[in-house]
Structure formats: structure tokens, C-alpha cells
T-cell receptor, first 115, second 113 residues
């Protein structure tokens, strides 16, 4: 069964600092990969997705993620964090061979941004 | 405006009293899902639907029912709610099989006493 691991439950960074959130997945083949953000009291918003092709994908709000097949990872990055980025971030995977409606989420990483 | 709506947003009920949480999308999406979110567990899929009258179980379907009689609506039914179903529930929809669930509803916070 596919699974997603986000090793960091909580990360704190200073505003303007760079950010990297880790995501590792377990799946037999290369799945579809996603990052979502959830602001306090809100639903989830899709940041970016990887289906195939270029392993570095650009998303909204200045985020990017890099797919590394050898490490089964899909880490999220941002060069300079803004206070408004404080939120919870979820990595998710779905099978690429049909069944992509069956999204499996990691447990999330909560990001705190210090002024 | 493209959106997924859920009602109610907040609900406090008692054990055993049947309830329905409605979900509606205005994007003519084929795929809809229900998730529950619990602290430390992330989001877990309850049920999903690939089209009208086509539904299937997700990872945590026990204690829940769904129906998909119309494309736009995907209600979640708790026939006999129990305290372990206290959670934050999200409905989501997407256009096709290769699309992620791009649109999430605002969430329904359910408390079962």
C-alpha cells in the first residue's frame, strides 16, 4: 500500500529565510505527487503537482518541489519565506495507473514563521 | 465562482442521532471525495465517487454512507454517529481521473457527544 511520510511535524523559520519541507513516499511505481497548504481554519489549496517530465516543478506562491526517484522524495522549497506562509503543509500521492482519485496524505508539517 | 460548498460548517450532535453533511460543487466535476482530518493523522479518505451512481470505499469508510444521485452533490451520511467520528470533514472535487483534488470545501467540524 502506498504511504507518505513527512518527517517534520513542526518547523519554525524566520521571515526571509529559506524553507525546505520533506516528503518521502512508498509506492511500487512513480506516483502522482502533490503538495497542499492549509491555512488556519481553511480548506486545502493545491500548491503544485508532479505527474511526469521535468523533476523540478513550480507552483503558486513562489513554491517549488523536486522529485527525486532514487530517494523516493518530493521536497517542497521556497527561497524566502513570508509571514503569510505560516500554515500546515501536506504532501500527497496518488497512483499513476488509474485510481488517482485515491489520494493518500502525509500527516502534515506545521510551519511557524518568526518575524 | 468555482467552489465546493459544505453544510453545515459546524455541528454538535449526540450519539446515535442520524445526520447528513451536504457537499455541492458547481464545476461539473466527475470526481468527488470525502476526507476526515484528525490531529496527528492528516487527512484520510472516507469515500469517493467517480461519477453519478459510482462510489467506492476509501481508507476509513466504517460508520459512513454516501450517495451520488446527481453530479453536483455528494452527501455524507452518518446513520448512527459515535464519539470517535468527532472530526473535521472535507469534501473535494476534481475534473477527471488524472486530476488531483484541486478544490476542497471549507470543512465541517462535527462533534458527537
Amino acid at each position: 500500500a502506498q504511504s507518505v511520510t513527512q518527517p517534520d511535524i513542526h518547523i519554525t523559520v524566520s521571515e526571509g529565510a529559506s524553507l525546505e519541507l520533506r516528503c518521502n513516499y512508498s509506492y511500487g511505481a512513480t506516483p502522482y505527487l502533490f503538495w497542499y497548504v492549509q491555512s488556519p481554519g481553511q480548506g486545502l489549496q493545491l500548491l503544485l503537482k508532479y505527474f511526469s517530465g521535468d523533476t523540478l516543478v513550480q507552483g503558486i506562491k513562489g513554491f517549488e518541489a523536486e522529485f527525486k526517484r532514487s530517494q523516493s522524495s518530493f521536497n517542497l522549497r521556497k527561497p524566502s519565506v513570508h509571514w503569510s506562509d505560516a500554515a500546515e503543509y501536506f504532501c500527497a500521492v496518488a497512483p499513476s495507473q488509474g485510481g488517482s482519485e485515491k489520494l493518500v496524505f502525509g500527516k502534515g508539517t506545521k510551519l511557524t514563521v518568526n518575524p | 465562482e468555482a467552489q465546493v460548498t459544505q453544510n453545515p460548517r459546524y455541528l454538535i450532535t449526540v450519539t446515535g442521532k442520524k445526520l447528513t453533511v451536504t457537499c455541492s460543487q458547481n464545476m461539473n466535476h466527475e470526481y468527488m471525495s470525502w476526507y476526515r482530518q484528525d490531529p496527528g493523522l492528516g487527512l484520510r479518505q472516507i469515500y469517493y465517487s467517480m461519477n453519478v451512481e459510482v462510489t467506492d470505499k476509501g481508507d476509513v469508510p466504517e460508520g459512513y454512507k454516501v450517495s451520488r444521485k446527481e453530479k453536483r452533490n455528494f452527501p455524507l451520511i452518518l446513520e448512527s454517529p459515535s464519539p470517535n467520528q468527532t472530526s473535521l470533514y472535507f469534501c473535494a472535487s476534481s475534473l477527471g481521473v488524472a486530476g488531483p483534488h484541486k478544490y476542497f470545501g471549507p470543512g465541517t467540524r462535527l462533534t458527537v457527544l
